[in-house]
């Protein structure tokens, strides 16, 4: 490959694939079918990435700029070797809400600014020293209660939106919870996007949408740009969402190598640096914070084709389609009654991801220290603890992210140092030892 990662082989004969083959990321098939899978990367972004920035109030034409920009120096950096789509995260929706009731926009960017930088400078961290460390840090019970309260914390964000047309959001809701078990295939994937849908004629037909907006607005033009303050206080806000970051970044990394079959790891850092370089430049001019997604992985699991020329095709894509203002204001019309029954699903997500890491890393609630790390970090999260230190306003999130790390590795040092602690970590490592007392003696011959 190129140092850019834009010299593709052709695959086979460029029009199919073989069964027990894929597309690497430094193949790609016909141009007509490359443009197809890609335009198929730009709708499974689509609705995730456009909700993040009708939550929280931002213009979506700019966050779609900036997320096409971030794709394509995403692929820049890691030169061509990890294919994917960087959309809005989820995780800056509260503190850039909550960010917003004090700082204004311009303050949330500075904070979306400082998570960028923040991530890129862990992403050179990696790069030099790999990634062990992450995982001695934020082991799964640390990492799953962090993910699980930034969802459920949002709740009371849902409910209020709920509530402003609760027909209309039970309708929406309702409507992604059918089509994610009725339909198969990516539309099953969409459900989110198809439940907005449904939800917003449903809308219409009720007079709550509201186009004088987009009625004014021009067919083509330049996304709203805005400049970030940056202020002390948003601090305590951001840094746990750079956390989150890592771990969706470096799970998303190995998902790809898994599925591709390459090793990855030498470029896990890469991938931190170049989300974080993203993000950055997203904060500096108006839009929100990115994040690999999983909805597009999702999508290359799907059709094997993880070609990179997929995502330069995706990424060109979503830059043109932001230079339509009278598009973004089509967007930013979506009512408060179809994001309180999205919301509702969707921070519920958030927030089970959570659960989801502790799954499928087994992780022993048996063990008092996990047990006590979860317990009370999502209650300190969910509850919205609030502790103000001069300028600096740490909130449920900030707080239950530092009780999380805090008394995980506190316990854990204390136990160590008084041997109180017998209960293994994991399930696997109880089913082993259990298995293992189970097991007869051999019999010595």
């Known amino acids: 490959m190129s140092m850019l990662g834009t010299k593709w082989k052709l695959?086979?004969?460029?029009?199919?694939?073989?069964?027990?083959?894929?597309?690497?990321p430094d193949e790609r098939l016909?141009?007509?079918?490359?443009?197809?899978?890609?335009?198929?990367?730009?709708?499974?972004?689509?609705?995730?990435?456009?909700?993040?920035?009708?939550?929280?109030?931002?213009?979506?034409?700019?966050?779609?700029?900036?997320?096409?920009i971030g794709t394509l120096l995403f692929l820049v950096i890691t030169k061509g070797q990890v294919p994917s789509y960087l959309g809005s995260s989820f995780a800056f929706i509260a503190p850039i809400m909550a960010s917003q009731q004090q700082y204004g926009v311009a303050g949330a960017l500075g904070g979306v600014v400082l998570a960028g930088v923040g991530l890129a400078i862990i992403g050179a961290v990696v790069q030099k020293f790999g990634a062990g460390w992450i995982n001695?840090?934020?082991?799964?019970?640390?990492?799953?209660?962090?993910?699980?309260?930034?969802?459920?914390?949002?709740?009371?964000?849902?409910?209020?939106?709920?509530?402003?047309?609760?027909?209309?959001?039970?309708?929406?809701?309702?409507?992604?919870?059918?089509?994610?078990?009725?339909?198969?295939?990516?539309?099953?994937?969409?459900?989110?996007?198809?439940?907005?849908?449904?939800?917003?004629?449903?809308?219409?037909?009720?007079?709550?949408?509201?186009?004088?907006?987009?009625?004014?607005?021009?067919?083509?033009?330049?996304?709203?740009?805005?400049?970030?303050?940056?202020?002390?206080?948003?601090?305590?806000?951001?840094?746990?969402?750079?956390?989150?970051?890592?771990?969706?970044?470096?799970?998303?990394v190995k998902s790809v190598a898994a599925m591709t079959g390459q090793n990855l790891d030498g470029v896990s850092g890469r991938a931190l640096m170049a989300d974080g370089a993203a993000t950055v430049l997203a904060g500096m001019g108006g839009g929100s914070g990115?994040?690999?997604?999983?909805?597009?992985?999702?999508?290359?699991?799907?059709?094997?084709?993880?070609?990179?020329?997929?995502y330069w095709v995706a990424g060109v894509f979503a830059v043109v389609l932001s230079f339509s203002p009278k598009f973004g204001e089509l967007i930013a019309t979506v009512p408060a009654g179809v994001l309180g029954g999205a919301a509702t699903m969707l921070y519920g997500m958030i927030g089970v991801l959570g659960v989801k890491i502790w799954v499928q890393n087994k992780v022993n609630f048996s063990n008092p220290i996990n047990l006590t790390t979860a317990a009370v970090a999502l209650i300190v999260g969910i509850a919205d603890y609030t502790w103000t230190i001069g300028d600096l306003v740490f909130t449920g999130i900030a707080l239950g992210s530092a009780a999380a790390l805090?008394?995980?590795?506190?316990m854990k040092a204390i136990a160590k140092a008084r041997g109180t602690v017998a209960e293994p970590e994991t399930e696997g490592v109880v089913a082993a030892?259990?298995?293992?007392?189970?097991?007869?003696?051999?019999k010595r011959r």
């Open 290 to 310: 990115t994040t690999t997604y999983a909805e597009n992985i999702g999508v290359m699991a799907a059709t094997k084709v993880y070609s990179t020329a997929a």
């Open 30 to 68: 016909a141009w007509p079918l490359t443009i197809g899978v890609g335009m198929q990367h730009v709708v499974a972004m689509f609705g995730a990435t456009f909700l993040v920035p009708i939550i929280t109030g931002m213009p979506p034409a700019t966050t779609l700029f900036f997320s096409g």
């Open 433 to 442: 030892a259990t298995a293992a007392v189970k097991r007869p003696p051999k």
């Open 406 to 410: 805090v008394i995980y590795h506190g």
């Open 136 to 252: 001695r840090l934020m082991p799964p019970i640390v990492t799953g209660a962090i993910v699980g309260l930034i969802g459920l914390n949002l709740a009371p964000a849902a409910k209020n939106n709920f509530d402003a047309a609760p027909i209309t959001a039970l309708i929406t809701l309702v409507t992604i919870i059918v089509v994610s078990v009725f339909f198969r295939g990516i539309l099953g994937r969409l459900s989110i996007l198809v439940g907005v849908v449904v939800g917003y004629f449903v809308a219409m037909i009720r007079g709550e949408v509201d186009f004088s907006k987009m009625d004014a607005a021009a067919w083509v033009g330049l996304p709203f740009f805005q400049t970030p303050e940056f202020h002390l206080g948003v601090v305590g806000l951001f840094v746990p969402v750079v956390l989150v970051l890592v771990a969706e970044n470096i799970g998303h």
């Open 11 to 24: 695959h086979g004969n460029g029009k199919s694939i073989r069964p027990g083959e894929v597309v690497k």
